[in-house]
């Protein structure tokens, strides 16, 4: 679909990956974005931007904010958290929020956007993680993973209807979310980068944006052994 003209909602569209989704969707001539927050006086003051409170765990919010914008046609779940519980012994209740807010909140919004999508004619873009393909941070790459597949399921069901579905993995994205990972500065990619090939992908009708080369090689490596992925796992017998 095309953007020029399009109206947009875009969770955690204050700040991040967000924000840069928010700023390229009005670059390419947007007519209107909702940017969400959980304080949206955080939200730029640009006229075109809608600001609405939204908080992912709480149904109600996702209810009052969906109500809030009927003439959607793309529809970006981009919010999310890294709470990286520890899957063996870390606290089960922070496993469940991770899942909550990573996929049960994103799944309950698109739920609630799907028939406007499909009236409008529109698109769906789930920003998930190469962590859905990679074990790592716990509770995180499960939650990832589960958005993944359902990602999947989510497209094979709009593509009848006639819309598109973007799932978008990256490695490091330059945002608070990756600031404590000082190692993999290097293998940060900007979040305007990110944003401008979630965009170009959601035009052209893309399935996938795989956002670095890391990205690539988690993915191309995922028929491959266990040990391809995990040297330390490589059988020593
Ligand atoms: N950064 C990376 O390295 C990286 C890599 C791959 C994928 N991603 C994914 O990219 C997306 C954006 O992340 P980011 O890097 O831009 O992270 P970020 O800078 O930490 O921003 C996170 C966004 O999610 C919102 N959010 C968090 N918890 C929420 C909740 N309970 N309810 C509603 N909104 C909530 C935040 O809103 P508030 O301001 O209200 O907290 C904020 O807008 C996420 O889905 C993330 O998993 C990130």
Request: a negative charge; zero cysteines; hydrophobic letters at 45%.
């Amino acid at each position: 679909m095309k953007i020029k003209d399009a109206s947009v909602f875009v969770t955690g569209g204050n700040r991040g990956l967000g924000k840069a989704l928010v700023d390229e969707a009005l670059a390419r001539g947007a007519a209107k974005v909702y940017a969400t927050a959980r304080d949206p006086k955080t939200i730029t003051t640009d006229p075109r931007v809608v600001p609405l409170h939204l908080e992912l765990t709480d149904p109600a919010s996702i209810e009052a904010a969906v109500a809030q914008a009927p003439d959607v046609n793309l529809l970006i779940n981009n919010a999310g958290v890294t709470l990286a519980a520890d899957l063996l012994d870390g606290d089960l209740a922070e496993v469940r929020r991770e899942i909550e807010i990573n996929f049960f909140g994103p799944l309950q919004v698109t739920r609630a956007f799907a028939p406007r999508l499909i009236a409008n004619g529109g698109h769906l873009v789930n920003v998930q993680s190469t962590l859905a393909w990679f074990a790592m941070l716990g509770g995180y790459a499960a939650s990832k993973a589960a958005g993944w597949s359902a990602t999947n399921t989510l497209r094979q069901q709009l593509h009848p209807h006639g819309v598109g579905v973007t799932g978008v993995y990256a490695g490091w994205i330059d945002t608070d979310m990756a600031a404590e990972r000082a190692a993999e500065t290097d293998l940060k990619t900007p979040p305007a980068d990110v944003a401008r090939m979630t965009i170009d992908a959601v035009e052209a009708g893309q399935h996938e944006v795989l956002a670095d080369d890391w990205t690539h090689l988690v993915k191309n490596a995922l028929a491959a052994d266990i040990p391809t992925l995990y040297p330390h796992l490589a059988a020593t017998a």
